[in-house]
């Protein structure tokens, strides 16, 4: 049996991201997962990051646009921009076909102001 590499699973779930479809995307996940976006609290277990997507899927359109992804052993790197001009990476830690890690870099003020959500207040 061939596995997939992580390469192939950050297209992929670039490709679920793009549907924008909660239940699809989480089930890239292991049970244990965190998800990292650094602008944000990590999000730690399966259940909770498909319940971030669901949030997140519903307060604004979001595309992936793949600029690389590149592969080192166990990891993936995907370099994305999106259809606003934002910027972003994020690093996939896949374990066994799954996700076990991801952390995402972006400019979370540029998102917010591009999609007329609320800004942070101090």
């Not at 950050?10 to 679920?16: F, I, P, S």
């Not at 944000?40 to 600029?67: D, L, R, T, W, Y």
């Amino acid at each position: 049996m061939t596995q997939i590499s992580p390469r192939e699973i950050v297209q992929d779930w670039v490709d679920a991201f793009n549907k924008a479809d909660a239940n699809l995307i989480s089930e890239f996940y292991h049970e244990n997962a965190v998800n990292h976006q650094v602008a944000e609290n990590p999000v730690s277990g399966k259940e909770a990051i498909f319940k971030m997507f669901e949030q997140e899927f519903s307060a604004a359109e979001m595309i992936c646009i793949v600029e690389n992804i590149f592969e080192d052993g166990e990891w993936a790197i995907l370099e994305w921009r999106d259809p606003l001009g934002l910027r972003g990476c994020g690093f996939f830690h896949i374990v066994e076909g799954k996700i076990l890690l991801q952390r995402g870099y972006w400019d979370k003020l540029t998102f917010l102001r591009q999609h007329n959500l609320p800004l942070p207040t101090r």
